[in-house]
């Protein structure tokens, strides 16, 4: 009968540079983005149309939703860096600026 030591198996389950779990799950990565999609989008969306029209206030918000977009690949580029497969995980935004910008 095999018994299973509960220091192997956090060894086992732990992330591969600094040995914490992590704790996230599908749920909360949804609440994450049901939270950022409706903070930026459904709620500028009435105060950008009533600002500066039906044409200007979409207009306006499609730009931001660009820059938004482009930013989100840009940390995602910085989370591991310089390599992003063996490169060290930043934590922090603070890290990763540090870390790319000296």
Same mark, same amino acid.
Request: charge should be negative.
């Given at each position: 009968? =095999? $018994?299973?030591? &509960?220091?192997? %198996?956090?060894?086992?389950?732990?992330?591969?540079?600094? *040995?914490? !779990?992590?704790?996230?799950?599908?749920?909360?990565?949804?609440?994450?983005?049901?939270? =950022? $999609?409706?903070? &930026?989008?459904? %709620?500028?969306?009435?105060?950008?149309?009533?600002?500066? *029209?039906? !044409?200007?206030?979409?207009?306006?918000?499609?730009?931001?939703?660009?820059?938004?977009?482009?930013?989100?690949?840009?940390?995602?580029?910085?989370?591991?860096?310089?390599?992003?497969?063996? *490169?060290?995980?930043?934590?922090?935004?603070?890290?990763?600026?540090?870390?790319?910008?000296?």
């Amino acid at each position: 009968m =095999a $018994v299973d030591h &509960s220091l192997e %198996l956090a060894k086992v389950s732990c992330d591969d540079d600094d *040995g914490q !779990i992590r704790t996230g799950t599908l749920w909360s990565c949804v609440a994450h983005i049901i939270t =950022a $999609v409706i903070g &930026s989008g459904v %709620l500028s969306l009435a105060w950008s149309t009533s600002q500066l *029209g039906w !044409i200007g206030g979409p207009v306006a918000l499609l730009c931001f939703a660009i820059i938004t977009y482009v930013s989100a690949f840009l940390l995602a580029d910085c989370y591991r860096s310089p390599d992003p497969i063996k *490169g060290t995980r930043n934590r922090t935004y603070t890290d990763a600026v540090r870390l790319n910008l000296g």
